[in-house]
């Protein structure tokens, strides 16, 4: 990268930085022929999130519901593994960080998953990949209950996390790219949501099973089967639209080349973009795995909770997740979606020493509460940002991708909490016993990631309100050209030029 580049990139973080306390955000509209055109605009009014659903039309309803079914079957599946640690450790007679493998090898390769099932999400169309992604998982989840050994059982997840991987940018797509613009915020706070939902139901589902050595397996039976039939429910419904619409056009030949070509055009012309994507979602990912995938554990072994309370803590801290990735989505609608990052980020830090330090069951529940309504609070955003930052023709592919490569950099994380707590002891104050330091070991690392968080996005790009809608899909014609952000010098000329009427605007 040359000197200029490297002084372009500097003075564009500089400005990212300065548009936080502006009021007017910059917008980029898309037009149907994929030209591209950035405004100033006032952000839109807060509206009833009522009004914001009645602005749906069925079919978007129904894509949304089917996205968001996907997505928390897949958090479900694998969920059911984070929140049994314990009891696989005692089924297969290893340590807890051990077992904690099998995570880092599900993430690592979710990455591949979500390249395969991404790429074949904007080729193929949404549907197909969809259902097959999803009978796989299901197949997996299966598999895993009749390993024998540890070496079986790591080796079918790892596999599991290819299959895994591929669902997160298909979900995100369908459900959010026909969605209105006003109501893009507050449905991606409930989307991103599916992941918590999906931890609530296994939580429940564990409170049912107890906590006998192979209590796991009838939470592995249902999680298959929900995935199983997501994947059928999904085989009713048509395709989407910028699909069909790519199919009538009759060039299907000629799609498939264009689709390759306009592939090596994304990654020469939105490598840095990608890049930058990559960053974040490597953040968030140890945000929130160091924050919630141990937390069961944390009850448990440092604070002394029976199998019981811990999981109905553990149920209304993800209650929290929920309600908390809603709201800030919504917020982030009005007040943009990096202010609303970095706000939920910063809160979470102060939230720390209120979230390690009670020792009771009601405590710990509502300080988990609080804390996961900040850290899923940011996560909820995290849809509608990475599908705005996303080339128009490729909003499968690049939000997935995106991602699990984060991912897949973070998938250690849990490992390392845990390898970190159980070499490290502090005494309870309860009883006066010995402990893995869980609590001193996810707070410390929870405050590091959620500081980077709170830089990485300030200092980067943000799109609130581009209207994308309307893009083309892959044709052969050239990738449409990205317009760098408009000029602060030409802020006051554009103004009065792109100011429209509130309705009119989004």
Known sequence: MSSSEHESLLTKAKTNVADLFRWKTRVQVIDIHGNETVEWQSPQPLQNPISLFRKLTALNWLFFIVGLAAWTADALDFHTLSIKTTEFSKYYHVSKTSVTTAITLTLLLRSIGAALFGVAGDYWGRKYPMVINMWILGALQIATIYCRTFQEFLAVRAIFGLAMGGVYGNA?????ENCPVEARGLMSGILQQGYSLGYVIGACVNLKVGDAPDSWKPAFWGAAGASIAVGFVRLLFPESRQFVEAKKSGKRGAHSAAFKKEIGKVFRKEWKMMFYCVVLMTWFNYYSHSSQDSYTTFMKAQKGLDNDGASRASILMKTGACVGGTIIGWLSQFVGRRRAIVAAALISCCMIPAWILPSTERSLSAS?????FFVQG?????????????????RSSFPGITYQVGNMISSPSAQIVNAIAESN??????????VEAYGPTMGIATVIIALGIAITTALGPEKCGSHFEAAPVPSGDALPEHTDDVDDDDSEKEKGAVEHDENAKL
Request: hydrophobic residues 60%; charged residues 10%; proline residues 5%.
């Open 172 to 176: 995100v797509a369908m459900a959010l």
């Open 378 to 394: 940011a996560w909820g955003v995290i849809p509608i940002h990475l599908s705005e930052l996303s080339p128009v023709a490729f």
């Open 425 to 434: 002891f502090i005494t309870r104050k309860s009883d006066g016993a010995i």
């Open 368 to 372: 988990g509460f609080f804390m996961q």
